[in-house]
């Protein structure tokens, strides 16, 4: 399993030169699996230039894993050229909502005001898809979908072939009313996913002075996020969903204190970046 | 290792943070957490009690009407929010762990995660005078 990370910016496309080493661009994951069949995750601003490199070698079917229906992981998907190819059969996984379909809330985002054409024109064939319960597999790649802290419908995703694991939790405050470090781990959100990951990318959003500010929007702050991995046990941890008003040299700063917390004896532990490419071999 | 769901995670997180005593069980009727508050009413900490299957909690705490008439376990609201998927109050008395009996009245509110997917249930209570507690109500 091969990933690579085509945005890793949070809440809203953030480009421009002081974001020029990490990418201004929401979140989007490319995986591709043994078999090269292609699972993307999130469809955030990132998947635009994932459609653009897919030109001409798309497969005929393109799995689409979203965590929720927030705007920044949704946004790029009118301009995924797969969605404008009759031939493409693509298929979109979400968590289910108490109120409304997948379909529903996915074309609420392809209608006017917001978007000019609707869902029911795009050519390509696409179904809709609530992400199961249990495990399901697609091709060779074992996923399970779990439920996770953030304000609506909202999972992280496990992906797994051949022993090897990925987990992908963009959006995540775990650390929301209980202390990670002493709390037992059955009882922190997203911690069946993420245990014992080869590979975590996880929300790393806030400064540890800028999360009291922000209790309970649903993101974490770097100690959260660290601590959230030791527990979890996983072997590496990829800082993800940069807030918007982070520039380059501050998310460097804060990876400083995220390896102070880390353990700087540990390797493991990075910034995601647009261009990312990680091997799961 | 499995972890609890969400929404259990969340109702404790609630439970820590209520004065109200509060007893949050699992799809299965396990207890699986009571706060503070609840531990003060039952005469137990949670850490001393720890997990407990719903045939046990129902029957130790010795529940009864306000007229000394025991009360099944079926007929507990927090056991029929269980089995009947639906919110239930009711004024009952139960006997404490350190043996005072207490009037308390109970509101159980079942959980459910998808529309059809029940995941636990969450139970509130107060503690009760005796004049308060003449009969029981229901939902």
Redesign the interface.
Known sequence: MKAKVWGCRGSLAAPGPETVRYGGNTSCVEVRTVDDQLIVIDAGTGIRGLGLALDGNRPKRIDLLLTHLHLDHIEGLGFFGPVWDKECELHIWGP?S?GHSLRDRVAAYFSPPLFPIHLDQIPARVAFHDVP?DEWELGAVRLKA????HPGPTVGYRLEENGKVLTYISDHEPA???DLATVP????????IA?RADVLFHDAQYTEEEYPGRVGWGHSSIAHTVTFALVAKVRRLLMFHHDPLHSDAQLEAMLVRARELWGQERNGLALSYEGMEIELT | ??????VL??A???A??LASAAFVVDRDGTLVYFNERCGEILGRTFAEVGEMKMDDWSTRFSPTTFEDEPIPPEDLALVRAINEHVPVHEKIRIRSADGASRGIAVTALPF????D?FVGAMAVFWEHGEDEGKGRASP
């Open positions: 289910a108490p319960e779990q439920p996770v802290n929301l009313g209980v781990p059955d009882w922190i959100s997203g911690y069946a245990e | 290792m499995p972890q609890k769901d969400l995670i969340l404790r997180d609630l820590d943070k459910f995660a998808r529309r997917e």
